[in-house]
């Protein structure tokens, strides 16, 4: 069964441009979610979707913005980037069984250097 | 604001030893409870979930949940020096699908 799957693995970007992740779920997984990693404030979530919803956003500038397909397949987009969007973005996918979450499995992450 | 709160370590246990990792939360309306485990350069593992009051155990991992004192804790048996990773505490709120994480604490298995 194949994971989850992020593209690309590197990205090296100039301020003020734009970049869009790519994120596969795992099969049958309808939530996705995406959270930045950085050494100095750790995993912190940036939004959450469902049957192509956004059902939850974390606190960060309208800049970062997502969207899901029907596939479940989804995307993120950061626009106007700045030196401190550089991070390890990680997109996570849950099988939504009950209310309560059943566990996210995380994809292998976008490195993200913006110069 | 809820949090999450970890001691950041490094907690260095002997080979074989029990390595017991902690994990305090702000909220009482938490209501899953998430264990996951990196290792330097890569993507966090989901090693354990749970939900109830009590223990959960899956094989040298056990999770200890106590709501009241609002902790979670997991327990490493037999520790190994490939157990050595940074091992972050995560929690929804409110059947959110919203995680809040952890800062994580660094462990050290020496051989």
């Known amino acids: 069964k194949a994971g989850v799957t992020q593209t690309p693995r590197y990205l090296i970007k100039t301020r003020g441009q734009q970049v869009t992740l790519s994120c596969s779920p795992i099969s049958g997984h309808r939530s996705v979610s995406w959270y930045q990693q950085t050494p100095g404030q750790g995993l912190q979530f940036l939004f959450e979707y469902f049957s192509e919803t956004q059902r939850n956003k974390g606190n960060f500038p309208g800049r970062f913005s997502g969207r899901q397909f029907s596939n479940s397949r989804s995307e993120m987009n950061v626009s106007t980037l700045e030196l401190g969007d550089s991070a390890l973005y990680l997109c996570?996918?849950?099988?939504?069984?009950?209310?309560?979450?059943?566990?996210?499995?995380f994809g292998s992450g976008t490195r993200l250097t913006v110069v | 604001q809820k949090e999450v709160e970890q001691n950041s370590g490094p907690l260095s246990v002997p080979e074989g030893a029990i390595a017991s990792l902690n994990c305090t939360y702000s909220?009482?309306?938490?209501?899953?409870f998430f264990w996951y485990r990196q290792y330097s350069g890569k993507s966090p593992e989901l090693i354990m979930f749970i939900y109830s009051n009590g223990d959960k155990e899956d094989g040298r991992f056990t999770a200890q949940l106590n709501k009241a004192s609002q902790y979670v804790s997991l327990l490493i048996r037999d520790s190994q020096p490939s157990d050595s990773a940074t091992y972050l505490c995560?929690?929804?709120?409110?059947?959110?699908?919203?995680?809040?994480f952890g800062s994580g604490t660094r462990l050290l298995v020496r051989p």
């Open positions: 996570a996918s849950s099988l939504v069984a009950t209310r309560i979450p059943y566990g996210y499995t």
């Open positions: 909220d009482r309306g938490s209501q899953s």
């Open positions: 995560a929690v929804t709120w409110d059947s959110s699908y919203k995680l809040i």
